[in-house]
């Protein structure tokens, strides 16, 4: 459905069928909150929910791009690209431009209209699809080599230095690496990664968006990752390492110099060292087709992120609170960045339905506000549909 929208939508605004059309989808974090950028470990499925574009080369140097979602249009030389604050959703389009074209790729003029069924501020990363499907779209139509890993990071490097948002690789690598029935795990540091098929019947994947954004979610981002780069450089005098970043440390090492970190330090580096360790016993629950003891191990995850990462809120931890009373939900814990936005919760098939009902009820009841569970399923990685 959403990509016939997109290729009526190209049809209706420029009078021709696109040549190509890609999709990239979002994501859910499932264990491994904010240990990417630590060189850890995640666990995460993409859904099925996905950014589609469908565009057409023009010649020239002219970009036009026209969003859906937004109702703006973009037109910019492909030379010389800037960032524009009137309108940040085309940042994340030229900053992988920016990026093919300093990786040698030859592009040139093109129009493409971006649509989809993927929501936007969400909390399930629409940012990173957009960027895989850029990258898609470029491939389908100035066809290039480039490995799935690659250019994951290559969409990573796109937000790190043209949107300026200092993440990890969590997302990227959902949009490109996801598959059905599936989550994946990825070892952020050596990029060694696999996909563990969900016992059947596969648990949904129920969204919760609590409704709250708050402002500070980029500016508390980057003090989170700075707090574990110190935790890293203090355990590293002390261990006589010089590590990378915190995935460099062990636990027993932490375990031993950990008081020569400052309290709220101690605690950041503490969520990340026992985070690693979560997602190894989630994947481990997993393989052995033990759904209770993955749940256990989001469930704590939420509680480590609430009090020792500090990067939830109220409104989530309500959430997490309501899910635990209502029957069918095998797991659940904020999931993204924090400060706001969603969590995810891992519900059985046959109760999906009722649970999304009297979690928004209650959620409603408790804080005034109002949720719509979103119902998803792990989904396919991206790619070019035409
Ligand atoms: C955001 C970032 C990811 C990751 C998560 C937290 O989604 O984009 O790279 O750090 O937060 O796990």
């Not at 140097?61 to 959703?89: C, H, I």
């Not at 290039?144 to 994951?152: K, L, V």
Request: proline share 5%; aromatic share 6%.
């Amino acid at each position: 459905m959403p990509i016939e929208h997109a290729r009526q939508l190209f049809q209706s605004r420029f009078n021709a069928a696109p040549d190509a059309v890609t999709r990239a989808p979002g994501r859910v974090e499932i264990l491994g909150n904010h240990t990417d950028y630590n060189g850890g470990y995640v666990l995460t499925s993409a859904i099925n929910r996905s950014i589609v574009m469908a565009g057409s080369k023009t010649g020239g140097d002219a970009v036009e791009l026209y969003s859906a979602a937004m109702d703006q249009t973009a037109s910019f030389p492909l030379g010389g690209l800037k960032n524009d604050p009137e309108r940040p959703w085309a940042d994340y389009v030229k900053g992988v431009l920016d990026q093919l074209q300093k990786a040698g790729v030859t592009l040139s003029g093109f129009r493409a209209v971006i649509a989809g069924d993927l929501p936007i501020g969400a909390g399930v990363s629409s940012s990173a699809a957009l960027e895989a499907s850029t990258a898609y779209l470029m491939r389908a139509l100035f066809p290039y080599s480039m490995d799935p890993m690659d250019a994951a990071k290559l969409c990573r490097r796109a937000e790190n230095e043209f949107v300026g948002m200092p993440c990890g690789l969590l997302d990227q690598f959902s949009s490109v690496f996801g598959e059905a029935d599936s989550m994946l795990f990825l070892d952020c540091d050596t990029l060694e990664h696999k996909t563990l098929r969900l016992p059947a019947p596969a648990p949904n994947i129920v969204l919760t968006h609590s409704g709250v954004k708050h402002q500070l979610v980029e500016s508390e981002y980057r003090v989170r990752r700075e707090q574990c780069e110190t935790a890293a450089r203090v355990l590293g005098e002390k261990t006589g390492k010089t590590p990378r970043f915190l995935r460099d440390i062990t636990l027993d090492e932490f375990n031993q110099y950990k008081e020569s970190l400052e309290p709220v330090t101690r605690k950041r580096a503490q969520h990340v060292m026992e985070e690693n360790q979560r997602v190894l016993d989630g994947v481990a629950a997993l393989e052995r087709g033990d759904l209770a003891g993955l749940g256990r191990c989001v469930y704590e995850s939420h509680a480590s992120s609430r009090d020792l990462f500090e990067n939830t809120c109220p409104e989530l931890d309500i959430l997490i609170e309501l899910s635990k009373e209502i029957p069918g939900c095998i797991g659940a814990k904020m999931t993204g960045g924090g400060f706001g936005g969603a969590t995810v919760n891992l519900v059985e098939p046959d109760k999906t339905d009722s649970f999304a009902k009297t979690i928004a009820a209650l959620y409603e009841q408790n804080t005034g506000l109002h949720c719509e569970p979103m119902i998803c399923a792990a989904a396919p990685g991206a790619g070019i549909i035409i």
